[in-house]
Every structure is written in C-alpha cells, then in structure tokens.
C-alpha cells in the first residue's frame, strides 16, 4: 500500500513541475502585450460561433443542444429600426440576456473577460466594443466593410 501512495505522490509531484513550466514561455517565444485584445472576429470565432453558427445566424454545431435556439446576430439592426444596438449589445454581452430576449443558456461574459483582462475596465470595453462592431459588420443590408475596417472605424481614425 505505501508504494501505491509513493507512486500517487510522484505523480502529482511530477504534474505539478510540469504544470508550473509550461507557465512559463520558452525563450524567443512571442507573448501578447498587456494592453492586446483580440479582434471582435476572433472572440467570435472564440466565444460565439459554437452557438451562434460561423455565420452569426443562429445555426453553430451547438445550437441544436439548447432549449431556447440562439438568435440570427445577422438581423440585429433589423430588428432594432434599421439601426445597429451597440448599446444593447454591450449591455447583453456585459451582463447576459434579459429573460425575454435570451436563455440563461448564453453566458455572461463580462464577468469572464474581468478574469482573462485581469480585471482592467478598459481591455473589458474594448473586447466588447471589437465584438460589437464585428457584429455590425455582419448586418443584413448595411454596408460592407472596408478591409478589415468598417467606415465608422475608418471615420473615427480621421478625425
């Protein structure tokens, strides 16, 4: 019986060392800057599309799981008179659904993007503002983005 626990106690001991080196970035390994936030088509691909569907129409691989399916995220403006909700979205995407436009099934991301920003306000808002505006790009019949800005980013930079 004590080799048994030697055997378990070596195991965890040699886990431990090798969870605590892969915390560490090998040498010339490139890490993000503190201030990186990923782009609003990344953290969809991410977060988004399991649900959401690649397309943002409500048809991803675990959409069919849920009991409430997820919304078509291409008809947003649509269905807010023709104009984008940006503050909706944030609210939704900082603090969930309310009842009767969501499932409790979407999570909360503000709370997980505190966690992963290691709690900076500021890396939360620009997280959900590049969700935000990869969203608005996606809108039925609005207009198309530039690259891999939309003319409202583009506006912002000129002035």
Request: with cysteine.
């Amino acid at each position: 019986m004590d080799v048994h626990y030697a055997v378990l106690l070596g195991a965890l001991i040699l886990s431990l060392c090798s969870a605590s080196a892969n915390d560490k970035p090998a040498v010339g390994q490139a890490q993000f800057p503190p201030t990186y936030v990923p782009s609003g088509g990344l953290m969809f691909k991410q977060y988004c599309a399991a649900c959401h569907g690649a397309d943002a129409k409500g048809h991803g691989p675990a959409a069919g799981s849920l009991k409430t399916p997820p919304p078509d995220l291409t008809t947003l403006a649509t269905r807010h008179d023709g104009k984008f909700p940006y503050g909706y979205v944030s609210d939704v995407l900082l603090l969930g659904p309310l009842a009767p436009h969501g499932s409790a099934a979407m999570p909360t991301w503000g709370p997980i993007f505190l966690y992963l920003d290691k709690r900076s306000g500021t890396a939360v808002r620009q997280r959900i503002k590049n969700l935000s505006d990869y969203l608005a790009s996606l809108q039925v019949g609005q207009r198309p983005f530039v690259g891999r800005l939309s003319i409202r980013a583009l506006y912002l930079r000129s002035v």
